[in-house]
């Protein structure tokens, strides 16, 4: 397995280019399932989930053709094409995998009248149920069964009809799932307290733009109206904003001055809310954010929320950040049940954290010193990557597949701003 050898130190300066989000591409992706024409998906980023996710699809007999781009440019033009779906069932050895596969049920059981997808099981984060997709699709006509591990979700005579559903708490990826089954019902539906993340307002203006109605994007209440079919588009994945508040963590982290490119700082409202805060100047200039670290920073109470709130996503990076800041922060994780496993690691390189149920109390250090580190989850391994790079010394951050499911490129776009950074294979 690779790892990532970081000799940390180093203030990074100068421009780094922001990808295309992956958290938008695993629903923009499915939506290949739900018309027989093609989906060109542009600014897909090069990230292993993304090529997971084609290998899915692949499974139902959709063609994927990558469009020639040069090596050295980011982000994949992608089509897909769903002339004739061979398959509904997604396997467990592919969904176990990547837990977003769930996101085939949906736009399976709006296109085809069924789906069989293997229940995807916990993670490192957290158990990860999937009761509220079940519920929200039972609501606009679904039925659902149970067979050995695998979940069937079925419309009876074939098309779903449609219906009302409100969420108990927000949920991404059971709002993306019941949107996707909802374009193509027979009547309409309307959802309420469904999550608003950019990447839902992403998937509603690829499926408008594949002819759906619906009403309310962006909002915690969708008014869908079904149409009988919808067409193919093309469409460009919006800017990655938790790939963008990472590196703004790492400016921040190095004492730094960085131009992050492509983004949109509309979406990271919180996170770049939450770097001025901390004494971090934020420049904004239309797709580019200057974010510059000019003295020590100061410490933060944060509490991660769903859209607009502070991101789940963004706090093991924060975390990493905080570890030096000039006195005591509170972090507190309201999503996740167990999105603390960066903190052990981090304490391995001298952080001083005190972890109380969903609460940590992180005490700023002097300093941090390098250390052999493990991954355990995607944003948890890029906190070890920001400590690495501030730390004293050398880091190895081994089981970097973790970075491979999100972050394109990262020793490419880290080295090109002054990282002392590279990726070693075991050979
Ligand atoms: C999406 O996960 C993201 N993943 C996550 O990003 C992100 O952390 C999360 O949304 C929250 O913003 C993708 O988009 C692929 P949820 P998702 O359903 O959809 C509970 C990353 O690092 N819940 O909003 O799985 C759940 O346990 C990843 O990029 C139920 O109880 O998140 C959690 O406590 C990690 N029942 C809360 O809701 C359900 O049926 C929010 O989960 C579904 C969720």
Request: with cysteine; charged share 20%; glycine share 12%.
């Amino acid at each position: 397995m690779d790892r990532i050898l970081i000799r940390g130190g180093r203030r990074l300066s100068g421009k780094l280019p922001i990808s295309g989000a992956k958290n938008a591409a695993l629903t923009l992706l499915p939506c290949a399932l739900l018309t027989d024409e093609p989906l060109t998906l542009r600014n897909l980023p090069r990230l292993a989930d993304v090529d997971s996710f084609g290998h899915l699809l692949n499974q139902f007999g959709v063609s994927t053709l990558i469009e020639g781009s040069r090596p050295e440019d980011f982000g994949r033009v992608m089509t897909m094409r769903a002339g004739r779906l061979t398959g509904t069932t997604a396997p467990y050895d592919i969904v176990r995998k990547m837990r977003a596969s769930i996101l085939v049920l949906g736009p399976l059981v709006g296109r085809a009248g069924e789906a069989t997808v293997s229940l995807p099981g916990g993670c490192a984060i957290g158990n990860r149920p999937i009761d509220l997709h079940l519920k929200a699709l039972e609501a606009i006509g679904a039925t659902i069964e149970f067979t050995a591990g695998y979940v069937k979700a079925s419309a009876p005579g074939g098309r779903l009809k449609g219906g009302r559903y409100t969420f108990p708490i927000v949920s991404v990826g059971a709002t993306e799932n019941v949107v996707m089954a909802a374009v193509t019902a027979r009547g309409p539906s309307r959802i309420e307290n469904a999550a608003r993340e950019p990447e839902i307002v992403d998937l509603c203006r690829c499926l408008v733009a594949m002819g759906a109605r619906m009403e309310g994007i962006g909002t915690e209440t969708l008014e869908i109206e079904g149409v009988d079919r919808l067409h193919g588009a093309t469409y460009a994945v919006m800017p990655d904003r938790i790939e963008a508040g990472s590196y703004a963590c790492a400016a921040a982290i190095t004492g730094g001055d960085l131009t992050l490119t492509g983004v949109a700082p509309d979406d990271m409202r919180a996170t770049l809310d939450a770097l001025g805060q901390a004494g971090v100047t934020i420049e904004e200039r239309g797709n580019s954010v200057r974010v510059t670290a000019t003295g020590p920073l100061a410490p933060l109470t944060l509490s991660t929320a769903p859209y607009p709130g502070f991101a789940t996503d963004m706090q093991a990076q924060f975390m990493a950040m905080l570890a030096l800041a000039d006195g005591a922060s509170v972090l507190t994780e309201t999503i996740f049940e167990n999105r603390y496993m960066h903190v052990p690691e981090l304490a391995r390189m001298g952080a001083d954290i005190q972890v109380r149920g969903r609460t940590a109390v992180v005490r700023g250090a002097a300093r941090l010193t390098g250390a052999p580190v493990m991954a355990t989850d995607l944003r948890a391994s890029m906190s070890l990557v920001l400590a690495g790079l501030a730390a004293e010394g050398e880091t190895q951050v081994s089981r970097v597949y973790h970075l491979d499911r999100g972050y394109e490129r990262l020793e490419e776009k880290l080295s090109a701003v002054g990282a002392d950074i590279e990726r070693v294979g075991d050979g």
